[in-house]
């Protein structure tokens, strides 16, 4: 990777991290809660469009996820959640880099982010399966799923302006 390129990418991870981080503190509105489980709509965006840029740009993203809801004033369990997304959006990323292919990092991951949000609950809520598996682990991959459709839109979109394809949008690659 040229300079010039590593430089974009930087930018880009703090403008999704910025994202990331907003997200929770100023979208409360768009929040859905049903112990212990929480859904902040949008709130898996900034990391599904890190995957398309790179892995490390992912992880980065993933923690700023977490911050952002540490910030919002979340409980713990709500901020551990939120710390998945580093692995999530890690996996993601390298099926992308690997495959080529969006739709299919949101469809593999979706379960992976499920499993994920349900076990770091365990420490906070113990083992009560429906809480675990139905709340948590359904409801997560429910929110993937969404927060996956929203982001692919989105990145189509930006692909279209720029009259790229959505593995090129974002830059200076040539497209399709």
């Known amino acids: 990777m040229n300079k010039n390129n590593k430089v974009k990418e930087i930018v880009f991870a703090a403008l999704l991290t910025a994202f990331a981080i907003i997200i929770p503190i100023q979208f409360g509105f768009l929040k859905i809660i049903i112990p212990p489980f929480t859904a902040t709509i949008a709130s898996h965006v900034p990391m599904f469009l890190a995957m398309l840029i790179s892995p490390m740009v992912a992880v980065i993203v993933g923690i700023g996820s977490g911050l952002g809801f540490l910030l919002s004033g979340m409980p713990a369990p709500v901020v551990a959640r939120a710390l998945t997304h580093i692995i999530v959006?890690?996996?993601?990323?390298?099926?992308?880099?690997?495959n080529k292919n969006f739709k299919k990092a949101i469809i593999i991951t979706g379960p992976i982010h499920g499993i994920l949000e349900a076990l770091v609950v365990i420490p906070f809520i113990g083992f009560d399966l429906y809480k675990l598996i139905?709340?948590?682990?359904?409801?997560?991959?429910?929110?993937?799923?969404?927060?996956?459709?929203?982001?692919?839109?989105?990145?189509?979109?930006?692909?279209k302006s720029r009259r790229k394809d959505i593995y090129t949008a974002f830059n200076d690659s040539k497209g399709v």
């Open 134 to 159: 139905i709340v948590t682990g359904v409801g997560t991959v429910i929110h993937h799923y969404i927060d996956g459709t929203i982001s692919y839109l989105l990145a189509e979109a930006v692909a």
């Open 89 to 98: 959006g890690l996996v993601g990323a390298k099926i992308v880099l690997k």
